[in-house]
């Protein structure tokens, strides 16, 4: 028999919280982030259901080329830009438009010979120092884009917020007001906000907005989760009990025998551990729901299984479904517990997870 762990991706859940997007930036164009296989959801299954955004942000070029294979033809934006020369002739096969955020790039894009030009877009440092050009850089670095015959048209400026996240702290309101400065004057639409900033920061949702969780119902505001904010799950992660042991009080159960039953009680084994992607950090206490019931993982998660405490399950027994998050669990309480957040949980579902639209 098959492994019975699965990951159901919602896809109109997907629509819905693009919708919900738009409905929150109306005045905005929305560029759907799908980096990372769309956040573990699956890249193409995840386009496909989302082709009504105005483009699609990835990490990877081999991400823009299985975009285009699958027949999608919005515009695409290489998020973390390209690294050398050899990558151009690709982003001009592919119509794949580009960040540009270090010197080196615009040396490359002066030097490209002849062919289609390319559309970049510009990466301002506002303050997360990750990414991007200084302040005092922009206006050389604009101005030689601007020159360069490999360059399209229309240089979008953009910024990235390091935590927007967070509603009452001061650094987004400083960011918005460093990267006003350093490209007042200069032409072209901008974009600055990520999902949080979607939700949290109207004043930064200028011409583009790029939400990536978001668009998959995860929160990335610390104790909320995507239903706070109107959204909806997009992936149920769910198995099957294995086994129902009854173990008496007193026993210890699983890999260091880090949890004692208080008394004679029964424990269920579920096909699913780290290695499908769920979190070994998840602690006892961590919430799993059994045939339709709110319990709580016991011991420590190992690589295929993990064990539930079942006495909050009457009559529970082998093959009763298991589900590890989805819209009656969210992936956030999950990623609290196990001190990551949900975007990590999604993107690490591994391959022997089978993935089903449902
Ligand atoms: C990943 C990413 C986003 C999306 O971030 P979310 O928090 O998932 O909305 C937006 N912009 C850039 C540049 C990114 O790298």
Redesign the pocket.
Known sequence: MARPTSASIHTDALRHNLAQARSMAPHSRV?A?V?ADG?GHGLERVARALEGADAF?V?ALSDADRLRAAGLSQPIVL??GFDEADDLPQLRRLGVET?VHHISQVEMLEQAGAGEPIRCWL?VDSGMHRLGFAPQDVREAHARLAAASSVAEGIVL?N?FASSDEFDKPQTRQQLQAFAAATSGLPGSRSLA???A?LGWPDSYADWI?????LYGIS?VEGRTGADFGLRPAMTLSTRLIAVNRVGKGERIGYAATWECPEDMLVGVAAIGYGDGYPRAAPSGTPVRVAGHDTQVIGRVSMDLMTIDLRGVPEAKVGDPVVLWGPELPVERIAEASGTIG?ELTCSITRRVRFVEA
């Open positions: 560029m982030v980096k956040y942000g990490a998020l973390s960040v990466k953009m990235h990520n999902s949080a979607v790029r939400p990536g969780g978001l990335a975007y």
